[in-house]
């Protein structure tokens, strides 16, 4: 955690549907990114939550609460009191307050924010950060919502004192940029995840040394 924000620069999101195209698992995958020094992580699961899924995000907790690093689930209030982890909930999951009730004090809560309106109204409920996005154009979602872009960053900043996180299209050239914009932290999904044959740690810790020299 650095300059006085309760997040990391980094917050790397574990989407499964990602990792399993590129042939990985996911415990292997949060593995390499706690070994590179990744201390947010939030795992990403749009599908059906099956009993093999439940299991998968109950052993990617134990591997973060290991190896030092917060893991919030997605979407799911429900799986992350049961896994003893925080939730990051969007614009239509279960509302913050009362995501707030399920997980009760202590446990990180993350809230999905597209525009300036939602990011105001953001700013008044029970959570720990916000997150905006997409920040640039973005392939991990079929609908997304219009782009921010670099122009308004700096602009929205300024509406909430709460930590905020940048999400949709950053990439390791872009990353400093949000940073310089005032926001605390950087949601990489695809970005994490390097193609052939370069290791995921080495990737993991490429981004934390870039991250680490913006000032």
């Not at 992580?41 to 899924?53: N, V």
């Not at 370069?198 to 810790?205: M, T």
Request: glycine share 10%.
């Amino acid at each position: 955690m650095d300059h006085g924000s309760p997040l990391p620069r980094l917050y790397a999101i574990a989407d499964t549907v990602t990792i399993e195209r590129g042939g990985w698992r996911v415990e292997q995958v949060v593995e390499a990114w706690i070994e590179a020094g990744v201390r947010l992580i939030q795992l990403r699961h749009k599908g059906h939550y099956s009993r093999e899924m439940f299991e998968t995000a109950r052993r990617v907790s134990v591997l973060c609460r290991a190896g030092g690093a917060a893991l919030t689930i997605d979407d799911r209030a429900d799986i992350a009191n049961l896994v003893d982890a925080g939730v990051h909930v969007g614009q239509d999951d279960l509302a913050p307050a009362d995501a707030r009730r399920v997980l009760g004090t202590g446990r990180l809560l993350g809230f999905s924010t597209h525009n300036e309106a939602q990011l105001k109204a953001g700013d008044a409920e029970p959570v720990d950060y916000l997150a905006l996005g997409p920040m640039f154009p973005t392939g991990s979602k079929a609908n997304p919502d219009p782009v921010v872009g670099l122009d308004r960053m700096a602009q929205l900043r300024r509406l909430t004192a709460k930590p905020l996180v940048a999400i949709g299209g950053i990439t390791l050239e872009r990353a400093p940029l949000v940073l310089r914009a005032g926001f605390d932290s950087v949601a990489v999904i695809s970005g994490l995840l390097p193609p052939g044959d370069e290791g995921l740690r080495r990737r993991a810790e490429e981004w934390i040394e870039i991250l680490t020299d913006v000032l």
